[in-house]
């Protein structure tokens, strides 16, 4: 089965810089978009950043300049490098990933992935 695996959340002082990585495994036939959501308590999940698999990023306006996405195809892992982190931006982060999987005939199947989630609190 297709997995999404989280790492990198924690508890960091605003101005601060904190970097988050999502590897996939499985049976993997290609990954398409992959991107980061955030949702901050009482709120509803927003998208963060992605990036497709053709190049070229896109970024919520309130993290530009900011957030870096970025994608390493031969491990199956998406980045996010967040710098001057700010008490807003504390919240739970999940990755996810359009992923193609092949079944026993060769057919195409294309579902999203998610991972479990990660905590970053940005107080001081």
């Known amino acids: 089965q297709v997995q999404l695996v989280e790492s990198g959340g924690g508890l960091v002082q605003p101005g601060g810089s904190l970097s988050l990585s999502c590897a996939a495994s499985?049976?993997?036939?290609?990954?398409?978009?992959m991107g980061w959501y955030r949702q901050a308590l009482g709120k509803q999940r927003e998208l963060v950043a992605v990036?497709?698999?053709?190049?070229?990023?896109k970024y919520v306006e309130s993290v530009k300049g900011r957030f870096t996405i970025s994608r390493d195809n031969a491990k199956n892992t998406v980045y996010l490098q967040m710098s001057s982190l700010k008490p807003e931006d504390t919240a739970v982060y999940y990755c996810n990933a359009d992923i193609v999987t092949l079944g026993l005939h060769g057919g195409k199947y294309l579902r999203v992935y998610w991972g479990q989630g990660t905590q970053v609190t940005v107080s001081s």
């Open positions: 990036i497709p698999s053709g190049g070229g990023t």
């Open positions: 499985g049976s993997i036939f290609s990954i398409n978009a």
